[in-house]
């Protein structure tokens, strides 16, 4: 039976230890932080390589795209036929950033529980916002993608929070994880999953299981993992 919704694939860099972040302060990040180390610097162009093939759906959020920086990027924007997908709440995208998004892909879905998002501000037929009163009701938001924007493919490059929230809810249907040489610690550093701790037995069913599909050996000591996620 066909999926109700699009077909998804959790894509992340990660280190041995399953650290997405360098640290648990918003100045430390991988993409400006991995560059400066040497053993890791090397071979971290594969990442992006990679990346350059993922879904033209590009699934993201407002508090990851602030902290690399697009509220404050300048000069020329090269457009390229990605459609992003923002989840921001608080928010963490200023009107500078949303245009910023509106000038590099095709289109630019803003998906927000906040009526004074400075996206409604914006008029743009390459924006649309998805409005969610109360909370996100992530099931319905993916199945609304598939039926009223035909949606067929989303990759997920989300935080550890959202990533345990879709993982839960049966939302992600694969895993292509980039694992980088290094290893970085820190009980409070974001990892690929983080989000509830589980604490009885009984939240066990919480807990999903994985085939492995790809190991493939990269240069400089990288790897690429593919798991497809078992969700019964």
Do not use: W
């Amino acid at each position: 039976m066909p999926l109700s919704r699009p077909v998804t694939t959790l894509f992340m860099l990660m280190s041995l230890d399953g650290k997405i972040s360098t640290g648990d302060q918003d100045i430390l990040d991988v993409d400006k932080d991995f560059p400066k180390i040497k053993g890791v610097r090397e071979g971290l162009y594969q990442y992006y390589d990679l990346e350059r093939h993922t879904d033209i759906y590009s699934f993201n959020t407002g508090r990851v795209q602030a902290k690399i920086g697009i509220n404050t990027r300048k000069g020329s924007v090269q457009k390229i036929p990605v459609r992003f997908i923002l989840i921001d709440n608080k928010p963490h995208l200023r009107a500078s950033g949303i245009e910023y998004f509106l000038k590099r892909g095709k289109m630019l879905y803003i998906v927000t529980t906040n009526p004074r998002h400075p996206a409604f501000k914006i008029k743009n037929p390459e924006l649309k916002i998805l409005y969610y009163p109360r909370r996100i009701d992530f099931k319905n938001l993916f199945n609304r993608f598939k039926k009223e924007f035909g949606v067929k493919r989303i990759t997920l490059q989300s935080g550890g929070t959202l990533n345990a929230v879709l993982l839960r809810e049966g939302l992600i249907d694969r895993i292509s994880v980039v694992v980088a040489p290094i290893l970085i610690g820190g009980k409070n550093t974001s990892t690929l999953i983080d989000g509830e701790s589980l604490h009885t037995l009984n939240d066990l069913r919480l807990v999903k299981p994985l085939k492995l599909q790809q190991c493939k050996k990269l240069k400089n000591s990288y790897l690429h993992l593919i798991y497809k996620v078992l969700n019964t």
